[in-house]
């Protein structure tokens, strides 16, 4: 477990299968989203590369999992330096798969670095229940064992990490899939993890959609953490259910957005236009559905658009660029099957509203002047950057719309007057709500959803506890 990495090549590309590189005899590749051109070639892991990876990580548990949390601890923090010490070269390689601007990768794997340090920050408790003369109770956490780490395409570093550092800490060992939209970065943290841990603690397979069924059903996996679409989370869970595998979900949302009419509207415009359409708004906590109050707003949606107006589309790489393309044709076609119904509801756009022709899946920004709450605008997660503005009166009307859908991710309330704030939030159905805020996340700070949005939540100590196993000890002294 050496602190001093030797940096990594980001040209080819191969799985991890007991800290040995591994390629395979068939290959694929992903597209840039920005030109339609090919990635780099990557492996197509089999059933027999999973059954090798799962064997490795039981037969590596048995050691891991009694090393001690300062241990653990000493070598993801080694693991974070190293990445940060290649920051640039992932951050180049997340722009040539995902798509999103340069500025934007560099922020995501920053984030890894700071997640593990602040998971790793976290203490572990042992609870004592009882402590009598005869006896004592205690609760304590132990690791699960072979964890399977799902990651999605949107923030293919951050969240790989924020599943391995969770995983590792806890003392179990974890198999990494990559989206097969994005498999470059998270292969190569993979491969870099192997300066700093032991054989079958962290690896890795690549596939296309045919190894995430053959996890979530192998009897050898004993927990699987899942990032993804409600419906796939779905899928997910009831394939886990087999073998009653312990199982986190962090799914889809559409986050309102509640804009009370006493707000600085020209101090919140900016943050409200780039909360709205971070990553091309391919984010599950993006705002989705934007409420302003009705006296301010045409005032409102008038600078919004002036705002949005000033955000530059295109390719990544270049400078300035705010929006990339989406990621990937399956979400181009998604996006625009739903800017059809614009045209087909009536809807009027106050912004863009239409998709041209490109080399790349790029969609401009579009925003919609007060649709009806039928709209499939309103009622559908776009991940696409076409936002929704609705008008609002009265604040229990605002509510339950805003807890309508059957999911409850994120939600925010803008006021100046801090008990409103409070009293809206504490009203809302969501995994997270902020006020004067959205999107703000921490890795001390639990992450999950309410309804179909999820199940459990990842990091701060509840996420890590979802990588234990709660045992209940009954010390008798004699």
């Known amino acids: 477990m050496g602190s001093n990495s030797t940096p990594l090549e980001f040209t080819k590309f191969q799985t991890v299968i007991n800290n040995q590189l591994v390629s395979t005899s068939t290959t694929r590749h992903s597209i840039n989203p920005a030109t339609s051109q090919p990635n780099p070639e990557v492996p197509v892991s089999t059933k027999e590369d999973l059954d090798k990876a799962v064997d490795a990580a039981k037969d590596a548990f048995k050691k891991w999992s009694k090393t001690s949390f300062e241990e653990r601890r000493k070598a993801l923090l080694a693991y974070a330096d ?3 010490a290649n920051a640039d070269g992932f951050a180049k390689i997340l722009t040539m798969e995902q798509g999103k601007p340069l500025s934007q990768s560099s922020v995501e794997v920053g984030m890894a ?4 340090r602040g998971l790793t920050a976290i203490e572990i408790p042992t609870n004592t229940i009882e402590e009598t003369e005869e006896r004592k109770i205690i609760q304590r956490y132990t690791p699960i064992g072979v964890c399977g780490a799902i990651v999605p395409w949107n923030f293919p570093v951050l969240l790989a990490i924020g599943k391995i550092a969770p995983a590792l800490y806890t003392g179990n060992t974890i198999i990494v899939k990559p989206s097969p939209f994005t498999p470059y970065c998270d292969l190569k943290l993979v491969e870099l993890a192997t300066q700093f841990f032991p054989p079958g603690v962290v690896q890795s397979v690549s596939c296309d959609d045919s190894i995430g069924p053959m996890m979530t059903e192998h009897p050898g996996i004993d927990k699987i953490s899942f990032t993804g679409s409600c419906v796939t989370g779905k899928r997910v869970m009831a394939s886990c259910a087999k ?11 559409n986050d309102p957005c509640i804009i009370c009419d006493d707000v600085d509207i020209d101090a919140i415009i ?4 780039i909360l709205s359409y971070l990553c091309s708004s391919q984010i599950c906590m993006m705002i989705k559905r934007l409420y302003v109050h009705e006296n301010i707003y045409d005032q409102f949606l008038e600078k919004l658009v002036t705002f949005v107006k000033t955000l530059k589309v295109g390719d990544g790489t270049e400078a300035d660029t705010f929006f990339g393309p989406v990621q990937n044709k399956m979400q181009y076609e998604k996006a625009k ?3 059809s119904s614009i045209s087909a509801e009536n809807l009027k756009a106050a912004l863009g509203g239409t998709i041209e022709d490109s080399k790349g899946y790029f969609i401009h920004p579009t925003i919609i002047d007060n649709p009806p709450e039928s709209s499939r605008v309103v009622q559908e997660e776009p991940f696409a950057p076409i936002l929704p503005v609705i008008k609002w009166s009265d604040e229990d009307d605002v509510i339950e719309k805003a807890n309508a859908p059957d999911v409850g991710l994120g939600a925010s309330v803008w006021s100046k007057d801090f ?3 409070q009293r809206i939030a504490d009203q809302l159905q969501a995994g997270a709500v902020w006020t004067n805020s959205h999107f703000d996340v921490a890795p001390n700070a639990p992450f999950g959803g309410h309804k179909q949005s999820g199940i459990g939540v990842e990091w701060g100590l509840s996420g ?3 990588y234990c196993n709660s045992q209940t000890q009954w010390l008798k002294k004699a």
């Open 419 to 421: 008990e409103r704030c």
């Open 337 to 339: 099957d739903l800017f």
């Open 82 to 84: 190293a990445i940060d």
């Open 270 to 273: 900016p943050k409200i236009g």
């Open 464 to 466: 890590l506890l979802g």
């Open 243 to 253: 073998t009653l595998k312990r199982v986190t979900l962090e799914l889809g949302g």
């Open 113 to 116: 670095g700071t997640w593990i």
